[in-house]
């Protein structure tokens, strides 16, 4: 009778033991994943494997293409852009995107012989600058959603602080209740301060990432207050009013502005457009003119004329709020 016991108590405390373990373990992994997740976000998404730390460290000097990159300083440059574009691409990625674009627009250039050499060299060059406006386009697009995103979260941080919490705490808050792409940059600012950064430097680095007027405003007022004291709270309610007050003005200024940046556009694709349907109903209609020698330059110089007057009109109605 004492052994059948001995034996489910055996079994009973053999299970016990596995599922301790087993929820151990899944604790440990769910840590891990947590401390993961927190460097990839301080770190801008990044692998931060062992292997690559390994071959940040053993390569000193850049080579090859990266090398270029550096000496250009055009590295630095598209990495911020694509970081602020929200985009995984990298430097030596886009560089390569960009140089395989020039190659069908040097043959399209080839193929059309409008102006001689310099059509596949324009086109080449227009075709090539395609992969770095696609991410021009993709940072200005996620700025103007971040920019429309910070009222609320300044609004966010206020209430939470009213209601008792740290500022830290209202950060982690904030980064989780905040819809992207504002909440990812919060996060990686509560993760980097979390992992040991100052409060200063994880709010530089927070202002590189989003470089918007209003973060520089929201980072100064924070280390203003650390320095001299006051209510912070109170200060990013009034920051957060200051900043709806300027979209509000930002949105009767494009208003006013709409007439002469649709002026802009008709007077700049209105003659792009001319051209192309000549080219298609009347192909010898513009040849005589581009084989001529005066003609060229002609061309050339109504190309050139048009890129300024875009470029002065856009100045134009370009008001800063």
């Known amino acids: ?189 509560f993760n980097e301060q979390n992992l040991g950064a100052p409060i200063d430097i994880a709010l530089r680095n927070f202002g590189m990432r989003v470089p918007l007027l209003d973060v520089r405003f929201f980072t100064s007022s924070v280390l203003l207050q650390k320095q001299t004291g006051g209510n912070l709270s109170e200060i990013l309610s009034r920051l957060a009013y200051i900043i709806r007050e300027r979209f509000r003005l930002k949105g009767q200024v494009k208003a006013a502005s709409a007439h002469g940046r649709l002026t802009a556009t008709i007077l700049t694709v209105l003659p792009v457009a001319t051209m192309c349907c000549l080219l298609f109903v009347a192909p010898g209609y513009l040849q005589g003119m581009a084989e001529d020698s005066d003609g060229k330059y002609l061309i050339g110089g109504a190309i050139v004329a048009q890129l300024l007057g875009n470029y002065f009109i856009k100045k134009i109605i370009d008001i800063k709020v």
């Open 1 to 189: 009778m004492l052994l059948p016991v001995v034996v489910v108590f055996i079994v009973v405390f053999a299970l016990a033991l596995l599922a301790v373990s087993v929820g151990q373990k899944y604790l440990d992994t769910r840590r891990k994943g947590q401390v993961v997740d927190m460097l990839h976000t301080a770190s801008g998404d990044e692998d931060i494997s062992v292997s690559n730390l390994l071959k940040e460290i053993d390569s000193d000097k850049p080579v090859g293409l990266k090398r270029l990159l550096v000496s250009l300083q055009f590295s630095k440059h598209a990495e911020e852009q694509i970081q602020q574009a929200g985009l995984t691409w990298t430097a030596n990625r886009l560089m390569t995107a960009m140089a395989l674009m020039v190659i069908p627009g040097f043959l399209l250039g080839l193929w059309l012989d409008v102006i001689g050499l310099a059509t596949p060299v324009v086109l080449g060059l227009f075709f090539g600058s395609i992969p770095y406006l696609i991410v021009r386009s993709k940072r200005k697009k996620r700025l103007a959603t971040l920019e429309e995103q910070f009222p609320e979260a300044l609004d966010f941080l206020a209430r939470s602080m009213r209601a008792g919490h740290a500022f830290s705490i209202s950060l982690e808050m904030l980064g989780g209740e905040m819809a992207d792409p504002l909440g990812q940059e919060f996060r990686a600012l």
